[in-house]
């Protein structure tokens, strides 16, 4: 008989230990706040993420959760155990942030609105985590699988996914996750059930140099970058899956009145489909190739030859879950039982590395409002009723993707 998922969501919001859950959610949600606030202060720069991780691993140990630990990478993590056969589901939030070392992290309240850098990607969702962890301990739930709750690095940028990339490759617990939720940003109502690939490359073209007039006619690396950009702009891609291309910083060069030596560019490559993806970094390359012949053709060689290197910054790989999967299912009821009007959306996130093994794989929202992300002006909101709702549309989807079993 198919599996019902609304009427399971409804089951466990209906159940005296989830109201327990929520009240409890309620009661503290001053502290919630509190969490929100000293996390958000302890700076957390993409590659160094030490100080935010020692912290975080302290306040899941303090939570009582088991084989609390950091792994080889940085990623802070504890067991909630459950009453079945130790599948294992892991629930995630990213420690770092995309601003520099030195950027003030200081906590604005201007009423129920919060202003730091970082404060709703991600640092909110790491505070909602152990308030779910308090919440499900204050009502006695127990699930079928464990929990795993994880803080990891290296989401943003080009941190290329690292932590959860070895929380799959090389973790102790990467034979026994059969299931994985990243906490993520504040928004509720959008599920993220795809998982949009990248590649990120820095194109080095090089070349002789020499005296703007002097050694005038020789090859000029500059030229090969503009062309192979100019190349790259036209090329078609398709709307659906959506597929796009960005040659987005550039340099190269020591004076006006010098051909360069090295010119570069670095160009972001996306698809939502791994096969688009694997075609436009094909096709991106020939460019690049063609780009180079036709300088060399173009010009002298005598001093020397244009050469081009494409280092890698990021690959991201594609992946889906499929939307009549359970987990999208049960995401998907438990946020329209709070009143939400839940929608599917592809985007790049942690999520991003068990999609693309096959394993089930979503992101959900931490709750209330938020905005301005990626800018010194992010803010959230954490008025308490907004931030309720979403929370406990979120645990309700926990409960039922870890097996509720009761309190």
């Known amino acids: 008989m198919p599996r019902d998922h609304a009427s399971d969501v409804a089951t466990i919001i209906r159940h005296p230990a989830?109201?327990?859950?929520?009240?409890?959610?309620?009661a503290e949600h001053e502290r919630t706040v509190a969490d929100i606030v000293t996390l958000t202060e302890i700076p957390s720069p993409p590659f160094k993420e030490e100080r935010r991780a020692a912290a975080y691993?302290?306040?899941?140990?303090?939570?009582?959760?088991?084989?609390?630990?950091q792994d080889e990478v940085g990623n802070?993590?504890?067991?909630?155990?459950?009453?079945?056969?130790?599948?294992?589901?892991?629930?995630?939030?990213?420690l770092d942030t995309v601003f520099p070392e030195g950027t003030d992290v200081t906590v604005r309240r201007e009423g129920t609105r919060l202003h730091a850098p970082g404060i709703g990607d991600d640092t909110r969702s790491l505070a909602v985590l152990l308030a779910y962890v308090r919440a499900m301990d204050a009502a006695g739930i127990r699930t079928r699988n464990d929990i795993l709750f994880v803080g990891d690095v290296g989401e943003e940028g080009l941190g290329d996914l690292r932590g959860v990339r070895h929380l799959f490759n090389r973790g102790r617990y990467r034979d026994s996750i059969e299931a994985f939720i990243?906490?993520?940003?504040?928004?509720?109502?959008?599920?993220?059930?795809?998982?949009?690939?990248?590649?990120r490359y820095s194109i080095r073209f090089r070349g002789p140099g020499g005296h703007s007039f002097g050694a005038f006619g020789i090859v000029n690396?500059?030229?090969?970058?503009?062309?192979?950009?100019?190349?790259?702009?036209?090329i078609e891609v398709p709307a659906t899956p959506r597929t796009t291309f960005c040659a987005s910083v550039a340099g190269g060069g020591t004076s006006v009145n010098a051909i360069p030596e090295e010119a570069w560019v670095d160009i972001d490559l996306r698809s939502e489909s791994a096969e688009e993806l694997a075609k436009l970094d094909t096709r991106?390359?020939?460019?690049?190739a063609a780009a180079v012949e036709r300088e060399n053709a173009a010009r002298s060689t005598?001093?020397?030859?244009?050469?081009?290197?494409?280092?890698?910054?990021?690959?991201?790989?594609?992946?889906?879950?499929?939307v009549d999967s359970d987990i999208v299912r049960y995401a998907t009821a438990a946020l329209a039982a709070h009143g939400f009007s839940p929608k599917h959306h592809a985007s790049s996130t942690d999520a991003n590395i068990p999609m693309s093994l096959g394993i089930p794989a979503i992101k959900i929202g931490s709750g209330g409002t938020g905005g301005?992300?990626?800018?010194?002006?992010?803010?959230?909101?954490?008025?308490?009723?907004?931030?309720?709702?979403?929370?406990?549309?979120?645990?309700a989807t926990i409960l039922a993707v870890a097996g509720f079993v009761g309190g």
Not at 57 to 69: I, N, Q, Y
Not at 302 to 322: C, F, Q, S, Y
């Open 18 to 26: 989830f109201a327990m859950a929520v009240a409890t959610l309620d």
């Open 57 to 69: 691993l302290e306040m899941l140990r303090a939570h009582g959760l088991e084989d609390v630990e």
């Open 76 to 94: 802070v993590m504890g067991l909630r155990r459950g009453a079945g056969n130790g599948a294992l589901m892991v629930v995630a939030a990213h």
């Open 182 to 199: 990243t906490v993520d940003s504040p928004q509720v109502d959008k599920i993220v059930v795809g998982g949009v690939g990248s590649k």
């Open 221 to 234: 690396p500059m030229y090969a970058m503009a062309q192979a950009v100019a190349d790259l702009g036209r």
């Open 284 to 288: 991106c390359r020939e460019i690049v």
């Open 302 to 322: 005598a001093e020397g030859a244009i050469t081009v290197e494409i280092r890698a910054l990021g690959d991201r790989p594609a992946g889906n879950t499929p």
């Open 372 to 395: 301005r992300a990626h800018s010194l002006g992010e803010w959230i909101d954490v008025e308490k009723s907004a931030s309720l709702a979403g929370m406990s549309a979120g645990l």
